[in-house]
């Protein structure tokens, strides 16, 4: 029995380095949903500007992305002209003005330009708690039946365009 315990820590070190070693391998950005392969959940929330009511049947007919943002998120921000230059390229964008304000969205758009095809307020959160967003900002691909391929958590950028979402986007466009 003696000798067991001379090898618990030993048996304790080997798990915690294995553990460890395990969770390296994993890009901290790379954060997993339940929801890729499903449709896009089901909602009923205000269009940006004018209150037109706004459903999932929003994302069907052509795949696009839907970005989560606001008027309080600094890396909005950042990616915000990325996103204006993707629109002018033609890509799809719907976006998803998360906890927010509508108003500042209104002046934000007004003028920093306007990406996005429709605009969802989802002043309470509910619909982005039901896509399990983490945060602003974060863009989903959406293929044209409406169901979700891919998340995105973080900055869009021109890199992460080419490298991640547009290899995904691609696939999803009818020839």
């Known amino acids: 029995m003696a000798r067991i315990r001379l090898f618990v820590p030993l048996i304790i070190f080997l798990v915690l380095a294995a553990l460890l070693y395990l969770g390296l391998g994993r890009d901290p950005r790379e954060l997993p949903s339940a929801l890729v392969d499903r449709p896009v959940p089901v909602f009923a929330l ?10 999932q049947t929003l994302f069907r007919g052509s795949p696009r992305l839907l970005n989560v943002w606001a008027t ?37 758009l007004a003028d ?4 996005y095809q429709e ?6 959160g509910r619909l982005g708690l039901d896509l399990g967003v983490y945060g602003a900002p974060e863009t989903y691909v959406i293929d044209a039946a409406g169901v979700i391929r891919y998340r995105h958590v973080g900055v869009l950028n021109a ?3 080419r490298e991640r979402i547009e290899p995904v986007y691609r696939q999803w466009q009818t020839p």
Not at 75 to 103: M, N, Q, S, T
Not at 112 to 115: E, L, N, Y
């Open 72 to 108: 309080w998120c600094g890396a909005c921000r950042d990616e915000h002209p990325f996103l204006v230059e993707l629109a002018r390229a033609g890509v799809p964008i719907v976006g998803l003005d998360y906890k927010d304000d509508p108003a500042a969205a209104r002046r934000w």
């Open 112 to 115: 920093m330009g306007d990406p």
């Open 159 to 161: 890199q992460v365009w």
């Open 46 to 55: 205000p269009a940006l500007g004018d209150d037109r009511p706004l459903d």
């Open 119 to 124: 605009v969802i307020v989802d002043r309470e």
